[in-house]
């Protein structure tokens, strides 16, 4: 929020409120910025706001609207359904937007000079991503449907006859079965176009194509873009026929608005290409694409095309630039693209020449989620936060060096809120490499005191634990509690170079774990305060594995263990999991040609040697690393006769989602580490 209303929030905020230790309540219920957008005419940005409802148990999210100088910070949406991707009209005084206020979710729109918001879509499925043309004459929005039914009708009357059917069964003749945490039932989500003036008539521009734009199961609207002329739109989707659930191949394609035409191929990489976004003299497309079929984690380099038939010109390559691109988007001059890619720990914002290739950080500090150009002075906005600070937005300008703070969502809670102070350190890991890893202090911190320490570790494998602010595993939720957080970044990490990254194939027991080794000795020594007879560690996805692999190979330094989502028998995991690409890449091939990558460090051969105790965490609809895996590690614990609990969600996926859900994880991991952390143990 903007400095005046923040006085006024502390004037009508009690005057004797006493600030408290950061906690799982205040993680769940702290607004987040979710998403914006920059008005054609750089002046003001509309961002999607979320808040948590406790009692009704789930977040919504409205509209809110600021000016790039930071003024004039007001809520646009107070309807009680949420409200999510703003998009400007060209002439900047309307705001497009999706809700589901009329029953689905339709896009709607709303002026800026007074009015309701009128819907503008009234289409008889939901909406699910949309983008408006350069023109705003056109809308392209993505639709779940069956591919082989020519109008929206003959989908709608299909959904009613699946729902009067008696049978439960369900046939499938190819892969996915289930995705993520979604079982298959024939849908694919395509794009249709219809006038931005509204109505229920679209046309399908990805007709009979067993494909999906925005891609599964997290794409969205970045997936596809409209052409400068209006006449055609280019999106991202995976047409692999039965390899889907095996291949990493999604390829552009560009389509013609009216429908008449079948899509035409852009791209012939059999690595993934993404993110199509067109200069704004139309001159160039910009995108990201990797360079190794079957990665999932190879870089993106940044691709640029001179549009529509020239040669594409690699950005990163000619560059000479180690780091993978996140998100891209061209500078308001066209001569640059801004780049958000992640850094020894953090995410920052570069920018990259088109014309020489050459790479300019502009803002390195915490981490940048996505950045777009505020208007013609070489300014940037950018979402940012940090190990300290949830998302806000921030102005970046004068070539980055200054950063000005434009919204304070939070700014009537965090005062009342105390944080841990953190750091970054760094040490000699596996194969004599410089390895970082950050320390969270507890809250109130005395260095004369020993603190038991929480060692989290993250999953991925090909991810990080930066200076971040988490909303599920936030170190500061340990800090609050009285603990101390070390993360480390071990060797298949992303952030510090490819090579870096691609080290855990065919190892990941080896070097990952003599990091994670080496990293606790190096914060025992560099901070005396942390207790080393009060150690737990955790770890969710491949840390769960990692929590698996550390109970039979490294079980003399820690008090407890705390096992999300992690599988046990490595092996198998490939026979009961969905992505088959990346166990393929990661353990050297299939199971039954090559198993010595899948048994080699695989944590069901050492259960002998458990002895530590381990709270095991499982979501039922956790399709990525199904429940079985967390089951079969709990009657492990208990037949050995190891202290250990389950804790298992039905209704959550690899991740825990619901608030309350989300409370009581905290709360029950929490109290495990309390249980074997205390100074009595």
């Excluded at 779940?144 to 049978?167: A, G, I, M, Y």
């Excluded at 931005?196 to 599964?216: E, I, L, Q």
Aim: aromatic content about 12%; charged content about 25%; some cysteine.
């Amino acid at each position: 929020m903007l400095a005046a209303s923040l006085i006024i929030l502390a004037a009508a905020a009690p005057a004797a409120v006493k600030a408290h230790a950061f906690n799982i309540q205040d993680q769940v219920t702290l607004r987040r910025v979710v998403d914006f957008e920059t008005s054609p005419d750089g002046t003001k940005v509309a961002y999607v706001l979320r808040t948590t409802d406790l009692e009704a148990n789930k977040g919504r999210t409205d509209l809110w609207l600021v000016n790039v100088d930071g003024t004039g910070n007001r809520q646009l949406t107070t309807h009680p359904d949420s409200d999510t991707e703003p998009q400007w009209a060209p002439d900047s005084k309307a705001v497009y937007f999706l809700s589901s206020r009329s029953g689905s979710s339709q896009v709607h729109r709303l002026s800026l000079e007074g009015g309701e918001a009128e819907q503008v879509t009234r289409l008889p499925l939901d909406v699910n991503a949309y983008e408006l043309s350069r023109d705003g004459a056109q809308l392209a929005v993505a639709l779940d449907v069956f591919p082989d039914c020519t109008e929206l009708d003959c989908t709608v009357k299909r959904n009613e006859e699946l729902k009067k059917k008696k049978s439960t069964g369900q046939l499938y003749d190819s892969l996915f079965v289930r995705h993520w945490d979604t079982w298959a039932d024939g849908h694919r989500s395509h794009l249709f176009v219809l006038p931005s003036s509204g109505g229920d008539k679209a046309v399908d521009v990805m007709k009979k194509m067993n494909a999906d734009c925005p891609t599964k199961p997290f794409g969205g609207a970045e997936d596809f873009a409209w052409a400068p002329d209006g006449k055609s739109v280019v999106f991202v989707a995976k047409d692999v026929g039965r390899e889907e659930a095996w291949s990493t191949d999604f390829d552009l394609f560009q389509t013609a608005a009216d429908g008449k035409s079948a899509p035409k191929k852009l791209t012939t990489n059999k690595a993934a290409d993404g993110s199509p976004v067109f200069s704004h003299d139309g001159k160039y497309l910009a995108y990201t694409a990797q360079a190794r079929a079957g990665y999932e984690s190879d870089k993106y380099s940044v691709i640029v095309r001179e549009w529509p038939n020239g040669k594409d010109k690699n950005l990163s390559l000619e560059g000479k630039w180690d780091r993978s691109a996140s998100s891209i988007a061209w500078s308001a001059d066209g001569k640059s693209l801004g780049v958000v890619a992640e850094e020894l720990g953090q995410a920052g914002l570069f920018l990259v020449d088109v014309a020489t290739a050459q790479v300019r950080m502009l803002y390195l500090k915490g981490s940048v989620a996505s950045a777009e150009p505020a208007g013609q002075g070489g300014a940037w906005l950018a979402s940012i936060d940090s190990l300290k600070a949830p998302v806000d937005l921030w102005l970046l300008s004068d070539e980055g060096r200054t950063a000005k703070q434009l919204t304070q969502v939070n700014g009537d809670t965090l005062p009342q809120v105390k944080l841990g102070d953190y750091e970054q350190f760094s040490f000699t890991g596996a194969g004599g490499d410089k390895v970082f890893g950050y320390v969270v202090k507890p809250v109130d911190f005395d260095a004369k005191k020993k603190y038991p320490l929480a060692f989290l570790i993250h999953g991925g494998p090909q991810g990080s634990f930066g200076d971040h602010f988490h909303y599920r595993w936030n170190p500061q939720t340990y800090a609050g509690h009285g603990y101390v957080a070390v993360m480390i970044d071990f060797h298949g990490s992303t952030g510090y170079g490819q090579a870096f990254t691609d080290a855990i194939r065919l190892d990941w027991g080896g070097k990952p774990l003599e990091d994670l080794q080496k990293g606790l000795a190096a914060a025992l020594e560099k901070y005396p305060f942390i207790d080393k007879n009060r150690m737990c560690a955790l770890g969710a996805s491949y840390g769960g594995w990692m929590i698996n692999w550390i109970a039979g190979s490294w079980n003399d330094q820690f008090k407890c263990l705390v096992n999300h989502d992690g599988n046990l028998d490595e092996h198998f995991a490939y026979y009961d999991t969905e992505e088959l690409w990346f166990p393929e890449w990661d353990h050297g091939g299939l199971p039954w040609e090559k198993p010595e990558g899948y048994l080699k460090h695989n944590p069901i051969d050492l259960v002998s040697r458990w002895k530590l105790p381990m709270l095991v965490v499982h979501g039922g609809r956790d399709y990525r690393v199904v429940e079985t895996q967390g089951f079969a590690t709990f009657n492990v614990l208990q037949r050995r006769n190891i202290p250990s609990k389950l804790l298992y969600f039905p209704d959550e996926n690899h991740w825990v989602l619901k608030p309350q859900n989300s409370i009581l994880w905290h709360d029950t991991v929490l109290g495990w580490l309390d249980q074997w952390t205390s100074p009595k143990k």
